[in-house]
């Protein structure tokens, strides 16, 4: 058991350093663009959530909540989603 979560500790902090990392590389293209750092990081945020959730729900973690918790969770994934590309849209 302890071996299981050192390594998905050590995996996790290795994943949130190579985003910072990736988003570093990234902000050297958008540096004339001060907006588009911005909806960067937010995006970044965002995509952190819907995969970590859809990911809970692969694993099961969400087994056993009521459907409306579901609902909401389904919900609050779309609209993380449509907001990520809404700005495209506009």
Known sequence: MWGNNLIFCCLAGVLWYSQFFGLSLGKGFLTNYPVLITFSWCILMSLNVVFSNVWGIILKEWKGV???TITVLLIGIAVL???TFLPQLI
Do not use: Y
């Open 66 to 68: 009521s459907r409306k």
């Open 81 to 83: 989603i449509i907001s």
